[in-house]
């Protein structure tokens, strides 16, 4: 299993004396440091809103097909809006070339998501079902998507915090240019996940500065342990958010925070299971339960130039990366996304 900390973050989401501001600071920097993610308790976002936005999601896949492609992702990666079928997005690792893609999707990821971002974001506008398809799915992941902000924008204050810096990072995401993104991992028979002729989410590391994660409770999340390079069995804590660190912010912090690769794999009961029982053999015929997830990924206002953040270079420790502003590096990494399949 990943030891990731878990922090109780009120002295933000409840605005609690500055004293206790600093400790959760240093704890958040801390597992940062160590693993790329945290989880936060009392992170105000509450139980009951996290339950109605798993609803919502259940209910929109289970829509036939036909409806949910009334709301269809369009072709290539710079518009990440609407509804993506399965197998539609592979995700990668720092691949660009066209070939490579296209192999990498030889094992397709077995998934199928609906993003959408602030309803203010020109640049990508939302792509909605007509209402009557699903009364009430767009006004209340409208006000989830508000919900979510707050919580990064809070974040943000106590990563400024950490790094002792004289101004906050939030008004580098003042427009909230944040993606909203519900995931369903259909059910698939055991054996085509282990064999790895299909995938669930392959490793990866989020591109943007930092990401919510809220998770069922059927597990198969896995982190890279830097120092090994083998993958580590994250658990989900009752009514706790995860959150890790995007390449923006590994970046912008000069490396001291670290964007570690996950990806989602068989949930670890099942693997136990069959270890038990001598081996993949023992399942063959057996399902993995579907899974759901609703990460929520922050990056900076497009034109923020990110470079290393002051205190955290020196000429000791001079800065490892080009400056690029945000908009440019995400659209590198989306474009990859989605290119080849659909070019
Ligand atoms: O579904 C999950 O738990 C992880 C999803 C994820 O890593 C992503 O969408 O970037
Ligand atoms: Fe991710």
Redesign the pocket.
Known sequence: MANIPIVDFSAYSHKIKHGDRTKTAKEIDEAFRNVGFVYLKNHGVSKERVQKCFEWSRKFFALPLDTKMRAPHPPGGSHHRGYSAPGLEKVSQHTYDANELNKLREVPDHKESFECGNTTDAAQPNIWLPEAALPGFRDFMESFFADCSALIHQLLDALSVALSLDNSLSPTHSRSHFQL?L?HYPSLPFPELAQGKRSR?NA?S?FGTL?L?F?DSVGG?EVEDPQTGGFRSVEPVDDAVLVNVGDLLARWSNGWWKSTV?R?MSPPALKSETEEEGGVEAVVGGMVADRY?I?FFATADPETVIEALPGCWSNENPKKYESVTAWGYVQMRMAALYSSSQS
């Open positions: 993104r995931l989410i990866h989020d990401t994660l998770q999340l996950h989602v997830s990460p």
